[in-house]
T-cell receptor, first 110, second 113 residues
Framework: QQPVQSPQAVILREGEDAVINCSSS?????VHWYRQKHGEAPVFLMI?????EQKGHDKISASFNEKKQQSSLYLTASQLSYSGTYFC???????????FGSGTQLTVLP | NAGVTQTPKFQVLKTGQSMTLQCAQD?????MSWYRQDPGMGLRLIHY???????DQGEVPNGYNVSRSTTEDFPLRLLSAAPSQTSVYFC????????????FGPGTRLTVL
């Protein structure tokens, strides 16, 4: 079953912050976040492991709460280059496969 | 070190035709997978492999076959193409474990008429 991402789309001005949420209905080993630009392949951003870990990648950080089966991606002081579709990929189950959400389209305007 | 490569980049088929999408990786990793992405949707897992000679089905395997005779190659075969298989296909490897990353190939854009 696909994880649920919210919001489905968000429009920001450069310098503004955004939060993208990812919720899964099953127990998770980890959560992976990817960003995809139009016409390109998804690019790995970061992986969050069990333990409420937080990670950062430049001004993009994320958290993972395995008890709530949720993860959030935080984009601080958005840059134009942050525009794209963000996918979360919770990893769970005996085969530890990634099941991707339908994505959050982020548009950063000047 | 090219990572994950896919060929062709674009392909147009007629309904009923068969073809093979090629995927190769030079990272000597065991795990490879195939996803399809339809407009406005996320990636759905078709098939995956945890090593040479071992394959398994993902979320949407119908209409597709895979084989893994070598660690490097993981081709995806469409047996009898249907318009519903019009999509962008991504091959990915290696398997994400711990802090390992999963790399996606550049994709194959397939249109079935």
């Amino acid at each position: 079953q696909q994880p649920v991402q919210s919001p489905q789309a968000v429009i920001l001005r450069e310098g503004e912050d955004a939060v993208i949420n990812c919720s899964s209905s099953k127990a998770l080993y980890s959560v992976h976040w990817y960003r995809q630009k139009h016409g390109e392949a998804p690019v790995f951003l970061m992986i969050l492991l069990k333990g409420g870990e937080q990670k950062g990648h430049d001004k993009i950080s994320a958290s993972f709460n395995e008890k709530k089966q949720q993860s959030s991606l935080y984009l601080t002081a958005s840059q134009l280059s942050y525009s794209g579709t963000y996918f979360c990929g919770p990893e769970g189950g005996s085969a530890r496969q990634l099941t991707f959400g339908s994505g959050t389209q982020l548009t950063v305007l000047p | 070190n090219a990572g994950v490569t896919q060929t062709p980049k674009f392909q147009v088929l007629k309904t009923g035709q068969s073809m093979t999408l090629q995927c190769a990786q030079d990272m000597n990793h065991e795990y490879m997978s195939w996803y399809r992405q339809d407009p406005g949707m996320g990636l759905r897992l078709i098939h995956y492999s945890v090593g040479a000679g071992i394959t398994d089905q993902g979320e949407v395997p119908n209409g597709y076959n895979v084989s893994r005779s070598t660690t490097e190659d993981f081709p995806l075969r469409l047996l009898s193409a249907a318009p519903s298989q019009t999509s962008v296909y991504f091959c990915a490897g290696p398997r994400p474990l711990s802090t390992d990353t999963q790399y996606f190939g550049p994709g194959t854009r397939l249109t079935v008429l």
